[in-house]
């Protein structure tokens, strides 16, 4: 094993005075990226001068750019010291084994599909295992029973490496009771009705509570050009309650709108040009 680790050890080379000057970088037996590529994952301010901040940074930054490629168990070191009375930091990489994710399970989703849960995932068998992205596959795995009404859902994944080089992921799920929308309450209205803001909402009463339907509704009332602004919120709900209400505020733009123009022109010398607009008449968003 050492003897594997010894051979995949890659040393980076900075060359830089640490009075400030910009440090010369060289890498050497990087295997899995070019040179001018690790050069763009360092820290920005390591390019400009070296200092502890600057080198911390670098180090997590390496890390993480390796992770986030499949190399889950890399490391990286760093120590200094003086080259023909130059100051050297000598960065030392080991990369380990590219590992791939060889096969992702689910426990415990009976109301959600596995496709419905793997088409929102960083992380799929056969690609490489991004370690850094298991926090988001997790959040994105909430927000597809959230868009089914499971809003109390909980997840916990488990890894175990199969190998040096691959991994099996299992997401074992909790769903919990399935919610429903009690009522819808509207604020922030002038000209509009309410009866003209439901009917442009995408979930009613009654029916099973979505977050992708609540942004679907959001979006259809800003497109009307109506509202300066328009959101359409879930409403504060307890563990113990299998409905919760919608709040949707909005702040309308002016209802008339007057333009005037002065012109001239070589055939009818002086002309007065106006314009008039009611953006919301009666109320139910139509345009005169």
Do not use: C
């Not at 050297?88 to 109301?111: C, Q, Y």
């Amino acid at each position: 094993m050492a003897k594997d680790i010894n051979g995949l050890l890659a040393v980076i080379i900075l060359s830089a005075a640490l009075a400030g000057a910009s440090p010369l970088i060289e890498f050497q037996g990087n295997r899995a990226f070019s040179q001018r590529r690790l050069l763009r994952a360092l820290s920005p301010s390591l390019q400009k001068s070296v200092d502890g901040d600057s080198l911390r940074a670098s180090m997590e930054r390496l890390a993480s750019f390796y992770r986030r490629r499949g190399y889950a168990r890399v490391r990286v070191e760093y120590l200094t010291t003086e080259v023909e009375g130059k100051n050297v930091i000598r960065i030392l990489i080991d990369e380990g084994h590219l590992v791939k994710t060889a096969s992702l399970d689910f426990w415990g989703n009976e109301n959600v599909g596995r496709r419905q849960l793997l088409g929102n995932l960083i992380n799929r068998p056969g690609r490489p295992f991004d370690s850094e992205a298991m926090g988001r596959d997790e959040f994105n795995i909430l927000m597809a029973y959230a868009d089914h009404g499971f809003v109390f859902a909980e997840v916990e994944a488990q890894t175990e490496y199969l190998s040096d080089s691959t991994i099996s992921i299992t997401y074992r799920i909790a769903e919990g009771p399935r919610s429903r929308v009690r009522d819808i309450v509207i604020e922030g209205l002038g000209f509009s009705t309410e009866a003209s803001i439901r009917r442009r909402l995408k979930i009613s009463p009654h029916d099973f509570y979505s977050r992708g339907r609540l942004l679907e509704s959001e979006a259809a009332l800003s497109q009307t050009g109506l509202f300066r602004e328009s959101r359409v919120q879930p409403g504060e709900v307890s563990r113990d309650s299998l409905y919760i209400d919608i709040l949707v505020s909005v702040a309308e733009r002016p209802r008339r709108r007057m333009e005037a123009g002065l012109g001239y022109g070589s055939g009818d010398a002086f002309r007065l040009m106006g314009r008039w607009a009611n953006r919301n008449v009666s109320g139910e968003g139509d345009r005169l």
